[in-house]
């Protein structure tokens, strides 16, 4: 399935445009737009601009998420995953990383840092009632299921 998404190119953005890694992706790849090299210390987060906006289609939202290559070789992730991009919104795409390994990580120029995915949004009706309908899990959460098989 396919979806036209507008993308707009900032005064900061160099490089490539986005693109699918592979055939059957769901996400496309971001690429950090800095400056200088960034230098994130165990337990730091920086805000990473990516130098591109878009106009998300109504019904949709863009889902930024980490990259599992970042996380395992370098401890890096986003603290807000997944991060929500609304259709309203047409300012920069940023993305909050994190460093929770226990050494210095080296974020390069045109490093890919995240990918982001377009999902269907459904909104609720909500609708206040007295009870609410019972189930055999009941108001059991945390753990309440079990933890062994």
């Known amino acids: 399935m396919k979806q036209s998404l507008q993308i707009k190119k900032l ?15 769901s996400g496309f ?18 805000l990473v601009p990516t130098g591109l906006a878009f106009a998300i289609p ?10 599992s290559g970042l996380a395992i ?3 890096i992730s986003l603290v807000n995953t ?7 919104y047409r300012g920069e795409v940023k ?17 890919r840092i995240g990918q982001l995915v377009l999902c269907p949004v459904v909104q609720a009706e909500f609708i206040v009632v007295e009870e609410l309908s019972s189930t055999e899990r009941g108001d ?10």
């Open 11 to 25: 005064a900061n953005f160099k490089g490539d445009l986005p693109r699918y890694e592979s055939v059957l992706a």
């Open 29 to 46: 790849d971001v690429r950090a737009q800095l400056d200088n090299v960034l230098v994130l210390n165990p337990g730091e987060r920086f």
């Open 58 to 67: 109504a019904g949709y939202e863009i889902q930024a998420r980490p990259r």
């Open 73 to 75: 070789k370098k401890g």
């Open 82 to 88: 997944p991060g929500t991009i609304d259709a309203d």
């Open 95 to 111: 993305l909050i990383l994190i460093n929770l390994g226990n050494e210095p990580v080296e974020i390069q120029d045109q490093e």
């Open 140 to 149: 059991g959460g945390f753990g309440s299921t079990g933890v062994h098989p």
